[in-house]
């Protein structure tokens, strides 16, 4: 019989790991079109959640639901770590971290970069 050699392999908090892959898979539902749009890579086609603030700057915000937006892999990978503010299509309102804050207000809060697609 084969050994089951996976385990250990995992991440050593699966509880969290499966929260995250929960939260990213409501994200690509309901934001199906890539929020970042990348000229020559993107893909438009959310396969991933992508921190609107960077897990570094916020790790707080690391499972809020604000502070994702639907995004393609390219445009994830390639984003990397850039502050919000840095992006391009930003410019204009980049949003108030602080809106962040309440889960219950996120709806309303998070900043509607997917405009850049009407
Ligand atoms: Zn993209």
Redesign the pocket.
């Known amino acids: 019989m084969a050994a089951q050699w996976w385990v250990g392999y995992w991440p050593s908090d699966p509880t969290s790991d499966r929260a995250w892959r929960r939260l990213r898979d409501q994200v690509v539902a309901e934001e199906p079109v890539?929020?970042?749009?990348?000229a020559g890579?993107?893909?438009?086609v959310s396969t991933t959640a992508d921190h609107v603030i960077p897990k570094t700057q916020r790790p707080d915000l690391a499972m809020t639901r604000a502070n994702l937006r639907g995004?393609?892999g390219?445009?994830?990978l390639a984003r990397g770590r850039t502050p919000v503010q840095r992006l391009s299509f930003a410019a204009g309102d980049p949003g108030d971290p602080g809106a962040f804050g309440s889960p219950d207000s996120a709806a309303g809060a998070a900043p509607s970069a997917l405009a850049i697609f009407d």
């Open positions: 890539c929020w970042l749009g990348f890579i993107c893909t438009h995004c393609c390219p445009c994830n």
